[in-house]
């Protein structure tokens, strides 16, 4: 059984700045050239005398030792004498699977046995490991080739010991599940035994160690179970949630319902008269929504005793600046918006007024959808214990990096003052890079001087999310004679807070590269902007959940609207291989995206005869450098009752690092996109939101799961990751089949605003 740690290991904010560590195609950037001196890295991480101890820096320079440190790390590796194999895993887990996946990486170049290998996570330390983030499907692109390069690295390091030792060429010795072999006198001897005498060797530079071809890859592109698996299913503490601390009390916290509002006065006299109460008290906030809200904070002797408190608050609240937002009030003002010209136009490619005129048949569609909560398995919470002018955190964090930050500037101390230990989180989605529940916990913390444990309800979840952005696309598009798109041209109407800039992941952060701008004569993307008081954020694939959805179902609709297949039809826009501008792994590839839709296709039995109600709906979508098509096979009763039977998935994605775990977040993206798209939307009224719980905000239940067929091409491009790409097709591909079921056009999401249900 594959051995992973379950213990924690130590170690002005705004939704601009979040934004302003992603790059143009919505990724996370690291920095680079992280340099500390050699004591330093032994005393923090405590393994001097562990054998050989391998570190790999972010710009792929490597060292090692077994009695110093060295420079610029980003990770390490460490062989005991015993044999044991150590890898950290650096970037948070939240359920997608990077703490099994990353590690393999390493184990593979190292040729180690995995049944060797035990995995922690890594501390949180900007200095050791650079900025530690679990966002834009970048954890396996960003580091796969400073992980190739540590776990050959050692592996040659290894090899060059034993062929001393056997006083032979070190090209005649070939490694094996932790072993290394000279096959011309017999002799083997393992790693553990090497791992002291591979340390006192110099490095090798790069251009002496020698990376697997893929084909020779033992352990990558296999099934391998979690290493947290047996430890989950056992029920051990591993999450937010089940942090405990010596003499820890439990911590709630209300704030508005509004955003915005503030604390008049609260009935603190009778809720501290409550029985297992320790303290109610008002925190003002620091002026950051990001961080510290205005709110009532109830510290109790257990969780049940400040719930059954918080229940007997009562507060007044100010709400002279609160937001009023109103989603009925926002669907009129947009139905107004649509029918004047866009107030700024985004991009605009060739004459679109000319080929509108020229265009032998055209049609026009407002697709409207709704905000939408991460609504994650574990609700938000930290575990905080300030003392002595510095703090201690527990967090189910995606960006702990970003929480040492906020954190610091809550509290009003210097980051050096905040040390945050990397929890495993009960999903993410995007919400928990946000590090408000860690601000809060802290400052209630250091109120009291003493160690709490804050944790929201479900109905504080709901309440004070980062949603994602409703919005809406119209849409007119014109086909020309020979039945292909002449012209394009989408009005989005999203949100702003400022009147400037849309909020985040409202509107494209590269216009150009909006599908299918690129592949078009004639293109034009406008936006008009609505004022929004509600905080939005990170969902999911940002930006291209949505936009899949309404641009690949228009598209279907102009296929109709030609008489051609959809196959067919996007195979034509597809046209020749061709990198597309940036030009670069986060550029679209038409040929790749050509091959995962035929495939696509080809394994859902496209074109073939269905019963009447049942059809085929076709969607793809380029996102998170993923190519991703899928194709799902969907009956509709003509009370509007659907059932999704299959979908099946194509993928692009290079090279699979752990097959079970890529196959898990394709399947768990299809369950999700089908969820949100089915029933989930977020509908504010006077600033508050009435989806309060899953009796309001209704997640797929199992029964109505589908069955998930998934098919990698394994191409050669280097490895991108899977968390997020295959989730855009899907709303498209179901809407597209309701059509082929029906003749039913879908235009809004959830699709329940519709009649649907399922």
Request: with cysteine.
């Amino acid at each position: 059984m594959k051995k992973s740690s379950p213990r924690p290991v130590s170690s002005s904010s705004s939704l601009e700045d979040i934004l302003g560590e992603l790059d143009p195609n919505g990724e996370i950037s690291l920095p680079i050239n992280i340099k500390m001196d050699r004591r330093f890295f032994l005393k923090a991480t405590g393994v001097v005398g562990a054998g050989l101890v391998l570190a790999f820096g972010l710009n792929g320079n490597t060292s090692a030792a077994s009695s110093e440190g060295r420079p610029e790390l980003n990770a390490y590796i460490r062989i005991s004498p015993d044999g044991s194999i150590f890898i950290y895993s650096k970037n948070p887990e939240i359920g997608q699977g990077i703490k099994t996946s990353m590690p393999m990486i390493v184990a593979e170049e190292l040729d180690a046995d995995w049944n060797d290998v035990t995995v922690e996570q890594s501390p949180i330390n900007e200095t050791l490991f650079g900025r530690q983030n679990a966002g834009g499907s970048r954890s396996i692109a960003s580091n796969w080739d400073s992980m190739r390069k540590a776990g050959a690295t050692a592996r040659h390091m290894l090899i060059e010991a034993a062929a001393n030792e056997w006083r032979v060429p070190a090209k005649e010795c070939t490694t094996e599940n932790s072993h290394v072999f000279h096959g011309k006198t017999s002799q083997k001897v393992s790693y553990g035994n090497l791992a002291t005498k591979a340390a006192a060797l110099v490095v090798p530079p790069e251009r002496k160690v020698k990376l697997k071809d893929r084909q020779d890859y033992k352990l990558l592109g296999k099934r391998v179970t979690g290493v947290d698996n047996h430890l989950l299913v056992t029920g051990q503490p591993l999450f937010g949630i089940d942090q405990t601390l010596p003499g820890m009390l439990y911590a709630v916290y209300e704030k508005c319902p509004a955003v915005g509002g503030t604390v008049d006065s609260a009935n603190l006299d009778e809720v501290r008269k409550l029985l297992g109460v320790k303290h109610a008290f008002i925190l003002e906030g620091n002026g950051n929504v990001m961080e510290l809200k205005p709110g009532v904070a109830i510290v109790a002797t257990t969780t049940w005793a400040a719930f059954q408190a918080k229940r007997q608050l009562k507060v007044r609240w100010n709400e002279s600046n609160a937001s009023k937002d109103s989603w009925s009030s926002l669907v009129k003002r947009a139905q107004f918006v649509k029918t004047q010209p866009a107030e700024k136009i985004l991009y605009e490619k060739g004459n679109v007024d000319a080929a509108m005129e020229d265009s032998a048949k055209s049609i026009d569609a407002l697709y409207s959808f709704q905000f939408a909560a991460h609504a994650t398995l574990e609700p938000q919470n930290s575990t905080a214990w300030y003392s002595n002018g510095a703090v201690e955190v527990w967090a189910p964090t995606q960006s702990p990096s970003r929480g040492l930050v906020s954190v610091a500037n809550t509290l009003g101390i210097k980051k050096d003052k905040v040390t945050i230990h990397q929890i495993r989180a009960g999903g993410g989605f995007g919400r928990r890079l946000v590090n408000d529940p860690e601000c809060e916990a802290a400052a209630i913390s250091k109120h009291i001087n003493a160690p709490v444990k804050l944790q929201w309800t479900r109905e504080d979840d709901m309440a004070h999310d980062f949603y994602r952005t409703g919005g809406f696309h119209l849409f007119k598009g014109g086909i020309d004679l020979e039945g292909k798109i002449c012209f394009l041209q989408d009005h989005l109407i999203t949100f702003s807070h400022d009147g400037e800039k849309s909020v985040i992941a409202g509107a494209p952060r590269q216009p150009s590269q909006v599908f299918p701008a690129q592949l078009l004569n004639n293109f034009r993307l406008g936006q008009s902007l609505l004022p929004l008081k509600t905080l939005c954020g990170l969902l999911r694939a940002p930006e291209s959940n949505t936009t899949a959805w309404a641009v690949q179902s228009f598209l279907h609709e102009l296929a109709v609207a030609s008489g051609r297949d959809h196959l067919e039809f996007l195979l034509d826009i597809m046209g020749e291989p061709q990198w597309l501008p940036p030009k670069n792994l986060y550029g679209l590839n038409t040929g790749r995206a050509a091959d995962v839709i035929k495939l696509a296709a080809e394994k859902a039995g496209w074109g073939k005869q269905l019963p009447a109600g049942r059809g085929l709906g076709l969607a793809f979508h380029f996102s998170h450098a993923g190519h991703f098509a899928e194709i799902a096979d969907v009956s509709v009763s003509s009370a509007k009752k659907i059932t999704v039977h299959n979908v099946t998935v194509a993928a692009d994605i290079g090279p699979i690092v752990n097959l079970s775990g890529a196959e898990n977040q394709c399947q768990g993206s299809v369950i999700d996109g089908l969820s949100t798209m089915l029933g989930l939307g977020i509908t504010m009224e006077n600033g508050r939101i009435p989806q309060s719980n899953f009796d309001t905000y209704p997640l797929l239940r199992m029964p109505d799961a589908p069955t998930v067929d998934v098919h990698f091409i394994q191409s050669d491009n280097p490895p991108t990751g899977a968390g997020e790409p295959a989730l855009p097709p899907l709303a498209p591909a179901i809407c597209n089949a309701i059509y082929a079921a029906l003749g039913y056009r879908v235009r809004t999401l959830p699709i329940t605003e519709e009649g649907f249900s399922v």
